[in-house]
T-cell receptor, first 113, second 118 residues
Framework: QKEVEQNSGPLSVPEGAIASLNCTYS??????FFWYRQYSGKSPELIMSIYSNGDKEDGRFTAQLNKASQYVSLLIRDSQPSDSATYLC?????????????FGRGTQLTVWP | DAGVIQSPRHEVTEMGQEVTLRCKPISGHNSLFWYRQTMMRGLELLIY????????DSGMPEDRFSAKMPNASFSTLKIQPSEPRDSAVYFC????????????????FGPGTRLTVT
């Protein structure tokens, strides 16, 4: 069973701050990494994908990948109350070419005004 | 473009009854995944299909659970008989596998079916 671990929450930050969400994974051969956002009562929504070491920026979101350390993170700059949600980290199964992902348990983020 | 479609959105049933959940994947996607989400266990993969063929059903909790994908645009998850511990949100997700390519495997989720078994 592949392991995907996320930093325990909940995480609470003030509006305008940087929120940092972390994820580690056990399968060294994984190549595809994803961050999903899930609002309460809603389904997971894909917000970031990253495949290469380094940073990938999309608006206020930055995903960081370090394959040597088996670590992926999501930074949210200028956090807004609307960012309050649970963030799920997902990693592909190296042993499957058919798209199976392993999900972490999620980190609940609250951004307070 | 239409996303993943699931029905019903809510289902309340009594213990022992049969429950059928339905899913229509995104057109052109050839992998389909059924998940269950609870507070206790998080998001669990139950079964997934590729090109309508079940690939891995090791996550199906019991023989009471079964899933089919008769064609590329429709899948069902059936629970018979249902039990209170089956109460959860069931998600269907789809993706387009791109064999041999690193950049792949983005899964898109449907809105989910909230199942309550009393």
């Amino acid at each position: 069973q592949k392991e995907v671990e996320q930093n325990s929450g909940p995480l609470s930050v003030p509006e305008g701050a940087i929120a940092s969400l972390n994820c580690t994974y056990s399968d060294r051969g994984s190549q595809s990494f994803f961050w999903y956002r899930q609002y309460s009562g809603k389904s997971p929504e894909l917000i970031m994908s990253i495949y290469s070491n380094g940073d990938k920026e999309d608006g206020r979101f930055t995903a960081q990948l370090n394959k040597a350390s088996q670590y992926v993170s999501l930074l949210i700059r200028d956090s807004q109350p609307s960012d309050s949600a649970t963030y799920l980290c997902a990693v592909n199964d190296r042993g499957s070419t058919l798209g199976r992902l392993y999900f972490g348990r999620g980190t609940q983020l609250t951004v307070w005004p | 473009d239409a996303g993943v479609i699931q029905s019903p959105r809510h289902e309340v049933t009594e213990m022992g009854q049969e429950v059928t959940l339905r899913c229509k994947p995104i057109s052109g996607h050839n992998s389909l995944f059924w998940y269950r989400q609870t507070m206790m266990r998080g998001l669990e993969l139950l079964i997934y299909f590729n090109n309508n063929v079940p690939i891995d059903d090791s996550g199906m909790p019991e023989d009471r659970f079964s899933a089919k994908m008769p064609n590329a645009s429709f899948s069902t998850l059936k629970i018979q008989p249902s039990e209170p511990r089956d109460s959860a949100v069931y998600f269907c997700a789809s993706s387009q596998d791109r064999r041999g390519l690193v950049m792949a495997y983005e899964q898109y989720f449907g809105p989910g079916t909230r199942l309550t078994v009393t």
